[in-house]
């Protein structure tokens, strides 16, 4: 979407509009310690990824590398993985691997028939697009692709193909689907009377029936990893050609963060920390959640010994779970009061039903038995923090 009208006529047909990739202005940054070794142990190290992304080999982006290398280390985010619309040559063009500071994984968007979409990454080669979406995904399988299930709130059958397919993740949020089915009045009433990050936390709502949805194929006995989408495009021009895009990538980057666990910062590292189900998505406009940690074992046990995020570990009634919030981080000398953010809510669910929750930094509980568990974490009524499942068996 190009918009070449005035300025306020055109912020505001951008924001009530269905187009791809329209989103709005403002933010708030969130820089934590990239590439820090993991308090979950076990030798891994906490990168944080930008998914979802679109650049200039999409039809509906013009987005260069450099900008969004740039956009993405003035953030903290130390890789971007890119799902773009599929023409041919576009995985050979791609970049793979350290691209200006950033590590870049090639990735795909592609159509599963007439519902939702693959999200593949870590595409090795270009293939036949006329093939049918359960074709696709058997393609992307085969090439040892990670799969993730896009725009899920589009899928009206769970039981058609290719849903049946070998997924690795589901997108559990996706900004673009967010925006685009809320109130185009709520929208344009809050883009005139609040500031851009009162905007922003505002406007983000909690993706209740995605998480639903995620419950309810992680109870059919799927292991799916938590991704949250940025669907980022920087397509939408307040003065056409002269300039002024909003929703860039710097914009929506510093909204949330996908945390990927894994040994080393490459390609492969990255994939196979997702494959593993090692992530947590982060809302970082309320706060920073690197060291965010939850493991189950014996008490006092050492981290190394402590099952995590994507494992599957026997049931031990000796055993605990533990989740660990980070602490705020100090403020910069001479920086401005910052507001006061609730204390964190902890909420531990089994198969999709909370069992438990405590509001504060810490939790640690016994569980009832078998089951798949995961933890979020809210501000006030906000989800801040949304892990990967543990799979406790009998």
């Known amino acids: 979407m190009k918009c070449v009208a005035g300025a306020s006529g055109c912020l505001l047909l951008a924001m009530v509009a269905t187009g791809c990739g329209l989103l709005p202005t403002g933010g708030h940054p969130s820089v934590g310690p990239a590439s820090a070794l993991s308090p979950m142990g076990h030798g891994l190290r906490e990168y944080r990824a930008a998914f979802h992304v679109h650049c200039y080999l999409s039809h509906d982006s013009d ?4 900008v969004i290398a740039s956009s993405a280390k003035a953030l903290g985010i130390d890789t971007v993985i890119l799902n773009d619309h599929y023409e041919a040559g576009n995985v050979a063009r791609a970049p793979r691997g350290v691209q200006h500071g ?5 990735g795909l968007e592609l159509r599963a028939g007439q519902e939702a979409s693959i999200l593949a990454f870590d595409v090795r080669e270009d293939f036949d697009n006329k093939l049918s979406g ?9 090439q040892g692709a990670v799969s993730v299930i896009g725009h899920v709130e589009e899928v009206k059958d769970w039981n058609a193909e290719p849903f049946q397919g070998p997924f690795d993740a589901f997108e559990v949020y996706n900004l673009h689907a967010q925006f685009k089915e809320a109130s185009r009045l709520g929208i344009a009433l809050r883009l ?21 949805l995620w419950d309810h194929e992680l109870a059919r006995g799927r292991r799916l990893a938590g991704l949250a989408g940025h669907d980022a495009h920087a397509n939408v021009r307040v003065f056409g050609q002269l300039g002024g895009t ?15 666990l894994s040994p080393e910062w490459t390609v492969e590292g990255i994939a196979d920390g997702v494959r593993r189900g090692r992530t947590f998505v982060t809302f970082d406009f309320l706060g920073d959640g690197t060291g965010f ?12 010994a402590r099952a995590i995020l994507g494992d599957t570990v026997p049931y031990r009634s000796d055993h605990v779970l533990q ?8 403020p910069p000398k001479n920086a401005a009061p910052a507001r006061q953010l609730a204390t964190p809510l902890i909420r531990v669910l089994r198969d999709g039903e909370e069992i438990g929750s405590a509001q504060d930094r810490t939790l640690d509980m016994p569980l009832p038995g078998a089951g798949v568990y995961r933890v979020e974490v809210y501000r006030g009524n906000r989800l801040w923090i949304v892990a990967s499942p543990m799979y406790i068996t009998p």
């Open 134 to 142: 359960a074709g696709r995904l058997a393609e992307m399988h085969r």
């Open 192 to 212: 005139l009377t609040l500031a851009p990050d009162a905007f922003f936390a505002a406007s983000i709502e909690n993706p209740t029936a995605n998480l639903a």
């Open 63 to 66: 987005g260069p590398i450099e």
């Open 246 to 260: 909003i929703g860039t990538y710097a914009e929506l980057f510093r909204l949330f963060s996908n945390h990927i």
């Open 102 to 106: 950033v590590l870049f994984l090639p």
């Open 293 to 304: 940690a939850v493991s189950y074992g014996a008490k006092g046990a050492a981290a190394d």
């Open 323 to 330: 989740v660990r919030v980070p602490p705020e981080p100090a």
